[in-house]
């Protein structure tokens, strides 16, 4: 009997959680872990709907004039670009902290607001290039052909999460790992992602359009914060209970962090 050619290919069925089964548990993650999703999400969020309500028609791509014009803004559309600019920068800021809460707040942890910001920084730029580069990647993709777009989106949509627990590892090692240990779960990677964003949807067709309604669908879209993470922890878990070995001999895709 011939051996297998690529001794990390399991051929056992995978079993794992419905994606729409996800949204529970998220949800109880989320209020667990209130305290920090306000200062790492719905603080910044705040910013950006404020920004976006100050700016008002500018924002508008359907009006006549929707260039933007910096002479000519008024005060409260000066304010409104400002809130939006405080917004990009807390958001880039809080990038690493708020994948460390995705991933130990989806680990039955409740990681406190200055951990989050302590061991999030410890890995900044590491996980920051990996979103960016991620984000270029599956930008182009879906620039070529939708399909491709895709296809890249399942295999990378986790870098930041394998860099924030890998740092030991280069870029071109990462990327590699998520594509590696995702190729098993396309359907359910997918599924994470269709449940937050229909919830999403459906929240923003509900109550979007007003300043509060605007507030009340970030709070929506918080429940199901924990989802992809969720999935993500079940793909790392089933490599770890299989004894996979990584490819790179550090055999590390378990949490850096206690």
């Known amino acids: 009997m011939s051996k297998p050619k690529n001794p990390n290919i399991i051929q056992k069925q995978v079993k794992t959680t419905p994606s729409w089964q996800l ?24 910013f950006q709907i404020l920004g976006g309500y100050y700016l008002g028609s500018l924002l508008n791509i359907n009006s006549k004039n929707h260039t933007i014009h910096l002479s000519t803004l008024t005060p409260r559309e000066e304010l409104g670009l400002a809130l939006l600019i405080v917004w ?71 870098t930041p999460y394998y860099a924030a627990q890998n740092p030991q590892l280069s870029f071109k090692e990462i990327f590699k790992l998520s594509s590696l240990q995702s190729s098993k779960f396309i359907y359910d990677i997918y599924g994470a992602y269709l449940v937050v964003l229909i919830i999403s949807l459906l929240a923003s067709a509900a109550l979007g359009g007003y300043l509060i309604g605007s507030v009340a ?32 001999n550090s055999g590390k895709t378990q949490p850096e962090h206690p």
């Open 217 to 248: 669908v970030a709070l929506i879209t918080y429940s199901v914060l924990f989802v992809p993470a969720l999935r993500y922890l079940e793909i790392v878990k089933y490599y770890k209970t299989h004894s996979i070995s990584s490819t790179f």
């Open 88 to 158: 990009l920068v807390l958001s880039i800021i809080n990038f690493a902290p708020s994948i460390f809460l995705r991933i130990h707040g989806a680990d039955a942890k409740t990681p406190s607001v200055t951990t989050c910001y302590r061991e999030g920084f410890k890995v900044f730029w590491k996980v920051l290039f990996s979103e960016l580069i991620f984000l270029v990647i599956v930008g182009l993709g879906f620039i070529a052909l939708i399909l491709p777009g895709l296809l890249l989106f399942r295999r990378y949509v986790f």
């Open 23 to 46: 949204v529970g548990p998220s949800y109880h993650l989320a209020i667990k872990n209130y305290e920090a999703i306000a200062f790492l999400f719905f603080i910044p969020a705040l």
